[in-house]
Nanobody, 119 residues
Framework: QVQLVESGGGLVQAGGSLRLSCAASGRPGSIGTMGWYRQVPGKQRELVATITTISSTNYADSVKDRFTISRDNAKNTVYLQMNSLKPEDTAVYYC?????????????WGKGTLVTVSS
């Protein structure tokens, strides 16, 4: 079983920055692709960015050149550095991790952290 602990959300003014962190429990080699998703009320959860075990990254067009995803494999932690934040970035941000559990490779989700960007 993989457990996720997210941190770093909060309130920031437009143009500001925030850094999200998500630490995953698990033994070495049991954590695969890690990523961040976001959701606003009434809308589907959408991909923000993902990063593989060899640090290959993928970003939503809406965040390219503003957000940077990274990971520390020794700590099983993924980060999302968010710069030049816009009010439309306001959402609950969820960490998702592909982890090796008792039933094999499974997707695990964090509880979410709220990011609010004021205009």
């Amino acid at each position: 079983q993989v457990q996720l602990v997210e941190s770093g959300g909060g309130l920031v003014q437009a143009g500001g920055s925030l850094r999200l962190s998500c630490a995953a429990s698990g033994r070495p080699g049991s954590i695969g692709t890690m990523g961040w998703y976001r959701q606003v009320p009434g809308k589907q959860r959408e991909l923000v960015a993902t990063i593989t075990t060899i640090s290959s990254t993928n970003y939503a067009d809406s965040v390219k050149d503003r957000f940077t995803i990274s990971r520390d494999n020794a700590k099983n932690t993924v980060y999302l550095q968010m710069n030049s934040l816009k009010p439309e970035d306001t959402a609950v941000y969820y960490c998702k991790v592909r982890g090796l559990g008792v039933l094999g490779w499974t997707d695990y989700w964090g509880k979410g952290t709220l990011v609010t960007v004021s205009s």
